[in-house]
């Protein structure tokens, strides 16, 4: 999928850039402190946003509202991947929701509004049942990219959750002790609840690092998903998205595993939802991460097995700069050059 890399910081002083008007190619966000004595979210005014990829650059009004232009290949249900480096009177604040910073794009821009939500460093609130599901979610998603592949096994790199949930939990001030002792208590609480679906046995599953069986539940899940969503409802966006997250999701706990072939397997079932003429950004995005998973697959390899997962990973980097373009598409152009160059 498409991810642009937003800066969002927050600085005083700053006039305000922006009149509370937007149009369709526009992101309409608001940003807001969580964490207040009232306990009502506070707007977070006069905060600095910059699209890095596009080179667009807003502030939030007083009501801490922002418009950030969109390209237009970027499509109502892609994401946009912002980061944050945000003080106010004193207290840094952090991504709470969503909590890793991404955000979808809604299928109306020009009137749905998409709240970005923040904590202060030390919140308890980062401890909360729905964060840690999300912080779950998001250390299967981006597991090998931000975290120390310290566990091996042979030639295998296992991706080490205890060293992510560390540097989570020292990132937003608190004990990275309480917080694997709050994601086990999370983990054996859905285990115990009869109404727990797939998606949350699968993440409860990673939770305690059987990587294989949770990619297992994962799709599980995107087959059901496929199931309900029918050839005569393949317009769905929403569910057509679902089953593409799930697959991918399946694919990132094998991977996170070590299992690159069954994650191989799972990103192909996502493609195959996947679309290159309606879907152009979500299709190269899913190539890339096949790219990676080859090349990966082609360490664990000798001889010729190898070298044809190497080649085939050339040619999926290929075909994912096919829409990741240097003039279009900068960012997504050099991780795929860079990922090319590495295989």
Not at 18 to 45: D, I
């Given at each position: ?284 995005g899913l190539k890339l991460r096949e790219a990676i998973t080859l090349a990966d697959l082609g ?28 003039k279009e598409h900068p960012q997504d152009w050099a991780r795929t050059e860079d990922n090319l160059?590495?295989?």
């Amino acid at each position: 999928m498409r991810r642009a890399f937003i800066a969002l910081l927050v600085a005083s002083g700053w006039p305000l850039l922006q009149a509370a008007t937007s149009n369709p190619r526009e992101l309409h966000g608001r940003v807001v402190n969580m964490e207040t004595a009232s306990a009502v979210p506070v707007p977070a005014a006069r905060v600095k946003i910059l699209s890095i990829s596009e080179q667009q650059e807003r502030v939030t009004n007083s009501n801490g509202e922002f418009f950030l232009p969109l390209p237009d290949s970027l499509l109502a249900g892609d994401q946009v991947e912002l980061t944050i480096d945000a003080v106010v009177n004193g207290e840094r604040l952090l991504f709470f929701q969503p909590l890793d910073g991404r955000v979808r794009i809604p299928n109306d821009p020009s009137k749905d509004v998409v709240v970005i939500g923040l904590l202060p460093k030390g919140s308890r609130r980062f401890l909360s049942d729905e964060a840690i599901e999300a912080l779950i979610r998001q250390a299967n998603d981006e597991g090998q990219k931000q975290a120390m592949l310290a566990v091996r096994s042979g030639s295998v790199a296992q991706f080490d959750l205890d060293y992510f949930l560390e540097s989570w939990g020292k990132e937003r001030g608190l004990d990275p002790a309480e917080v694997g002792k709050r994601v086990s208590a999370w983990a054996e609480s859905v285990e115990g609840k009869p109404t727990a679906d797939l998606e949350e046995k699968a993440l409860a599953t990673f939770a305690e690092q059987n990587f294989g069986d949770a990619a297992r539940l994962f799709a599980e899940a995107g087959e059901a998903h496929l199931t309900r969503l029918g050839e005569e409802h393949k317009e769905e966006e929403e569910d057509r998205a679902k089953v593409v997250d799930d697959f991918k999701q399946s694919a990132e706990a094998d991977s996170n595993g070590g299992l690159y072939a069954g994650a191989l397997e799972e990103y192909r079932r996502a493609e195959a939802v996947s679309d290159r003429s309606l879907y152009p950004m979500e299709w190269a995005g899913l190539k890339l991460r096949e790219a990676i998973t080859l090349a990966d697959l082609g360490e664990t390899q000798d001889g010729p097995e190898a070298v044809q997962s190497l080649r085939l990973a050339v040619s999926e980097c290929q075909s994912a700069l096919e829409v990741f373009t240097e003039k279009e598409h900068p960012q997504d152009w050099a991780r795929t050059e860079d990922n090319l160059g590495n295989v």
